[in-house]
């Protein structure tokens, strides 16, 4: 897929991953929207971007919103020709230090509401025929560590919601795919919500170590470009053993993971 020209919708745009895609399609000759919480982060981002940047204020976590939220990317471009669902938290907790509370944040944050606004998406593509749907997970989402239950299981969830989305939309022309970042270096350690709620603001040194948002954008969009239906990227060493282990040993990874020292 040729993404000049393209109506681009990304969550989660305010920072890291997000605000780098929007760069990049932009500098691609994409029109952007770019979606977040923060209100102001979206303004200077858009300042940058120009008029091919329309801002659009979303919280993951406001599903009635959503549909306020579509009818306005489409009265203003008529069309969504690629969805990003990139808003996410991650997690560093215990099972046992963890209230329900953060674990329904988690999975409405990273896997509710992005189904829920895919679910609405999707049928504005079906009668075009066309259009490309987005999922950023994490290696997470293949294998499960210690203090990230609630992450890898709302991780694990967009990854069986892909597979069936892409299944069922393959014959009317859309496409679905799947990202899956390992380590890259934006703020997610530090806004990662601890068992109380809290942050736990500090930086996870492997994401210290990772690649930049803006590699991992590349990265992305000739992925998109083509058309793959996984699209990795920030993979070192150990989580490459870790995935073939995940795969083809899976009893030996969870013994690994039994010794595995996670921060």
């Given at each position: ?8 919708w990304i969550t ?167 990202i899956v970042p ?82």
């Amino acid at each position: 897929m040729t993404v000049n020209n393209r109506v681009v919708w990304i969550t989660g745009a305010s920072s890291g991953i997000g605000e780098a895609l929007a760069y990049e399609f932009h500098k691609k000759g994409a029109r952007v929207v770019i979606s977040a919480r923060n209100k102001e982060k979206l303004d200077q981002i858009s300042q940058s971007l120009g008029e091919n940047c329309y801002v659009l204020p979303l919280d993951m976590m406001e599903r009635n919103s959503f549909g306020e939220a579509l009818e306005s990317v489409l009265q203003k471009w008529g069309r969504i020709d690629i969805l990003i669902n990139n808003a996410g938290i991650s997690q560093r907790s215990l099972v046992a230090d963890t209230d329900i509370t953060v674990v329904e944040k988690i999975m409405m944050t990273n896997y509710v509401g992005p189904a829920g606004l895919t679910g609405l998406v999707i049928p504005h593509m079906i009668e075009r025929n066309e259009g490309y749907c987005l999922f950023v997970s994490s290696v997470a989402g293949k294998f499960a560590t210690p203090l990230r239950s609630s992450y890898a299981a709302s991780k694990m969830a967009l990854q069986g919601f892909t597979d069936s989305l892409r299944a069922e939309v393959h014959h009317q022309g859309i496409r679905v795919s799947l990202i899956v970042p390992g380590f890259v270096k934006t703020a997610i350690s530090l806004n990662a919500l601890e068992g109380k709620g809290n942050q736990h603001g500090l930086m996870d040194p492997n994401q210290e170590r990772g690649i930049s948002a803006e590699q991992a954008a590349k990265i992305i969009v000739k992925g998109i470009e083509k058309e793959k239906r996984e699209i990795y990227l920030g993979m070192v060493a150990k989580t490459r053993f870790a995935l073939f282990l995940s795969r083809y040993i899976p009893s030996l990874l969870a013994v690994v993971m039994r010794k595995a020292k996670v921060t």
